[in-house]
Each structure stands twice: as structure tokens, then as C-alpha cells.
């Protein structure tokens, strides 16, 4: 029962705070305005996110499932679709998604937990691509992944000033570009040995 209703008290946190930073700065919020607009009183929101850092960590974890962040990935044929399945979400939270990109409290969350992400999309993919070195896996999906990245998303969106619908066909593009040279080509993210000269290197 104790636990049904902090899950409770926590959703109305999240909710309370979602709702005024898709309109407002997330430099304008505060804890004490989040316990206002959940309607539960300040040290209960304390004892759950002592900081707004906290806050926002713990958000991290709460949008993923939003945004599609903890949906399992299709084959490779299929890896240039997911653009379009991830970028629509990210519109539709772009304000409140943006806020929490702000804080570097955001990107530590993010980090830590890219490696139980990407260890289970290497997996997912592994199967497809036998042959391949672990090496050449690593780095050509993670370069894949960026592509549909809320982080790449937001870069397109402001950096480049692309509309949502170019957003999407640039990162298809890349996901397609980058998954075919990564089935032809895999041997190109290899480090190239130590024990061969360089000049044999540039012969070859």
C-alpha cells in the first residue's frame, strides 16, 4: 500500500513538472513549485528527488519509455524506419525534452545508462551481421544509433534548421548509408595493425 501510493505521489511529481516545462524554462522551476503544482507538500517531493538534478535524472528514466528510448530495435533491414518511429515522439515532447537536455544532470543519466542500452541493441543485432568483429559492431552501431538520438534529433532541429519531415529523411539516409557500408565494409573500422609498416599500409 506504502508503495502503490509513493508510485503515485512520484507520477504526480513527474506529471506536475512535465506540464509546466512544455511552456516554461526549466530555469524557472523549482521544488517547491513542483510540490505546488502536484499538490503534495515540499519535503515529500524532497524525499524523493533531494535536488532538482535529481529531478531531472530520475526524468531521464521516466521519458524513455515516452519517447521510445526502451523500444527493442528491428533487424537491420528494418534500422532506417526507426527515425521515423522515434522523431515523432520527440515533437511531441520537444519543449519539455529540450529543458531536461539543458542540465548536465540529464546527460550523466543518459551515460550511464548507455551501456545497458547499447549492450542490448548490439545483441539485438549481432544475429544479423555474423562475422563481424566486436570492434567493427561497437563502433558502427553506436555511429547507427546517433542518428535517431533525441541528442542528433535536436542538433538537426536547431543547428541545422531542418523541418520535422527533413529530419527524418536525412536520418533514414544516414541509418541506411551507414548500415550497408557496415555489412560491405566492416573491416574499415579496424584498426590497422601495429606490426605493419605504414609505407606497406599506403601500398595496399
Known amino acids: 500500500m506504502r508503495q502503490e501510493q509513493a508510485a503515485r505521489s512520484r507520477e504526480r511529481i513527474f506529471m506536475a513538472a512535465q506540464t509546466y516545462l512544455e511552456s516554461h524554462d526549466i530555469e524557472t522551476l523549482t521544488l517547491r513549485k513542483v510540490a505546488q503544482l502536484a499538490g503534495v507538500s515540499p519535503p515529500t517531493v524532497y524525499a524523493y528527488f533531494p535536488s532538482m538534478d535529481d529531478l531531472v535524472a530520475a526524468f531521464f528514466h521516466w521519458m524513455k519509455e515516452r519517447v521510445g528510448l526502451d523500444q527493442p530495435l528491428p533487424g537491420v533491414a528494418e534500422l532506417p524506419d526507426v527515425p521515423g518511429r522515434r522523431f515523432p515522439l520527440y515533437e511531441q515532447h520537444a519543449r519539455l525534452l529540450c529543458n531536461l537536455m539543458n542540465r548536465p544532470s540529464w ?98
Open 107 to 204: 546527460d550523466r543519466a543518459r551515460l550511464d545508462d548507455r551501456t545497458q542500452r547499447h549492450g542490448v541493441w548490439l545483441e539485438g543485432l549481432r544475429a544479423d551481421m555474423p562475422g563481424t568483429s566486436d570492434t567493427a559492431l561497437r563502433l558502427g552501431t553506436r555511429a547507427i544509433f546517433a542518428f535517431w538520438s533525441p541528442t542528433l534529433w535536436r542538433w538537426m532541429k536547431e543547428t541545422c534548421g531542418f523541418t520535422p519531415e527533413e529530419s527524418e529523411r536525412v536520418a533514414r539516409w544516414a541509418v541506411r548509408a551507414l548500415a550497408d557500408a557496415l555489412k560491405r565494409d566492416p573491416a574499415a573500422l579496424e584498426a590497422p595493425s601495429s606490426s605493419t609498416p605504414s609505407d606497406e599500409r599506403t601500398d595496399r
